[in-house]
């Protein structure tokens, strides 16, 4: 396609909001307009899907739930007035007591202001948390936030270590749909050790935010807890950005909350325009299934050229390869669905992986995130006539073309500036592209099957290790290993014990091993 012919695509393509200043080009997508007359009769179909999702019909049969992240930012779509009021209240609730905590009207014994934050969360209770601070925290926060996202005694250590001194005046955050969610609890339980270490009283800095009467709910209530938020059931923790789960950490950092909910509301308003053309999260859809010919056969690079976005991309690949990565269609059919997602930043990336993107495999597509404004302020030249933000526009610019002259198709996200604005605008894009393009390849994009089936696995192994111990702890002698598997009723799963064993013996927690571990069949183990 000859020049005048691809400005003619980029005219023809490029959408633009008037009100939040955005830009979508899919320009560089190379379908035709056969491509997109043969999908117009799936796009009708996810359009009247997704219009009955956000009235209130059961998407989640597996778990007999609604699905209403967009009532989040617009009440009055809630489908009950009970619904409708509980958003309003949680708000009004999360507002009053930021305010407090900012203000020393509530203050932790003995010290006059709160000054950190921990937030301990996984997955969707963390990821829209971080993203967000990273984006939009302000130059000097009134409290500074530090998370715990893992089960990882360093990770955990590493947190604590930087807050030795200040735990007496640093809010803790806790938040799990369940209670159960291991990786949570056990964050919660050495942090609250960490307090107890040094004789300060937990339950005065301790927030949670979990479902109504859930374990955590009851646990937060009985010991007395500073606050509890509520999680909803027809919230996914992928998509709970804009409840309780990002809105609480996101206002004691002092970011504007309204201002992510009306530019995620007034995103949703523009996406549920029924026409392709007129509705971006649509044509970020159709440009997804052209580029995997509705199978995901190639991954997603996202390229925010921008520092304060380093996170969207992995934020993105929750959001996108959770709901969209399923076994299953709706009818139970083997499909074997997803898009993979990965990325950094721009320029970072002319210096990385931009080679293989260029030159290498093309087993993928790109989004560039470009932001227009490069700083507050003016900027000055690194040389005549040129500023930083004017190389960094360049290779993003020159990057798409030479990338789009080797095949390599791309999309390009415009916002003119990261605010809590723009920002709740990206996230309510992307939750609606994806849950369009569930519905044009007949994914369940709101349920999450693998990620039970990995945690009951988890389980097994921790239940597994309690029976090994228990066989060292009754053998009066070393024992083989073969025979301690068997006597743990674990013939077939030898590996394993090996393993379970190999990590007890590392953290000096009861274990020998004996022989050539290099080895494994030939060890004797004993306990300590």
Do not use: C
Request: hydrophobic share 40%; charged share 25%; aromatic share 8%.
């Amino acid at each position: 396609m000859d020049a005048a012919a691809l400005w003619q695509r980029y005219q023809d393509w490029l959408y633009y909001h008037e009100g939040l200043e955005f830009y979508l080009d899919v320009s560089r997508m190379r379908f035709d307009d056969a491509f997109v007359e043969a999908m117009q009769p799936k796009f009708e179909k996810a359009f009247k899907d997704m219009d009955a999702l956000e009235k209130g019909a059961i998407a989640n049969p597996d778990e007999n739930r609604m699905v209403g992240h967009y009532w989040l930012r617009d009440p009055d779509l809630a489908p009950t007035p009970e619904l409708q009021q509980e958003i309003i209240n949680t708000l009004e609730q999360i507002e009053a007591f930021t305010e407090k905590v900012h203000t020393g009207g509530i203050h932790p014994p003995g010290t006059s202001k709160f000054t950190d934050v921990i937030s301990i969360g996984i997955g969707g209770s963390a990821l829209g948390p971080e993203f967000v601070s990273e984006a939009i925290v302000p130059l000097s926060p009134p409290l500074t936030i530090h998370f715990i996202d893992n089960t990882d005694p360093d990770g955990i250590d590493r947190v604590l270590t930087k807050l030795q001194d200040k735990l007496a005046s640093t809010l803790v955050l806790v938040i799990s749909k369940s209670g159960g969610t291991p990786e949570t609890r056990n964050g919660m339980i050495e942090v609250k050790k960490a307090y107890e270490s040094v004789n300060i009283d937990f339950a005065p800095h301790a927030v949670a935010i979990t479902g109504k009467d859930s374990n955590l709910d009851k646990l937060a209530q009985s010991e007395g807890w500073l606050a509890r938020f509520p999680m909803y059931d027809w919230v996914g923790g992928r998509t709970s950005e804009m409840s309780a789960v990002g809105l609480v950490p996101a206002a004691l950092q002092g970011i504007n909350i309204r201002e992510i909910l009306a530019g995620a509301k007034e995103m949703d308003a523009v996406t549920r325009v029924p026409q392709i053309k007129q509705n971006p999260a649509a044509m970020l859809a159709l440009s997804w299934y052209f580029a995997g010919n509705g199978k995901g056969e190639k991954d997603m690079v996202v390229l925010p050229y921008k520092d304060s976005l380093l996170l969207f991309s992995r934020y993105l690949q929750q959001l996108v390869m959770e709901s969209l990565g399923k076994e299953k269609d709706l009818e139970g059919n083997t499909v074997y669905q997803g898009i993979a997602v990965y990325g950094n930043k721009g320029s970072t990336d002319q210096h990385a992986y931009v080679q293989q993107l260029r030159e290498g495999v093309p087993n993928f597509f790109l989004t560039f995130i470009e932001v227009l404004e490069d700083r507050q302020g003016t900027s000055p030249e690194v040389e005549a006539g040129v500023t930083s933000g004017d190389y960094l526009s360049g290779l993003l610019q020159g990057t798409r073309q030479a990338l789009y002259e080797n095949h390599r198709d791309s999309i390009t996200v415009t916002i003119p500036r990261v605010t809590p604005r723009t920002v709740g605008a990206l996230i309510a894009l992307y939750e609606r592209a994806v849950g369009i393009y569930g519905f044009l390849v007949n994914v369940n994009a709101y349920h999450q099957p693998g990620v039970e089936a990995g945690k009951k696995a988890a389980a097994a192994i921790l239940d597994l290790q309690k029976r090994v111990m228990q066989v060292l702890e009754d053998e009066n002698s070393a024992i083989a290993l073969s025979d301690l598997a068997q006597k743990a009723g674990a013939s077939d799963q030898v590996e394993a014990v090996y393993k379970l064993l190999r990590h007890l013996q590392a953290n000096k927690r009861g274990v020998i091993l004996e022989g050539d571990l290099g080895k494994p069949n030939s060890l004797m183990v004993s306990a300590s």
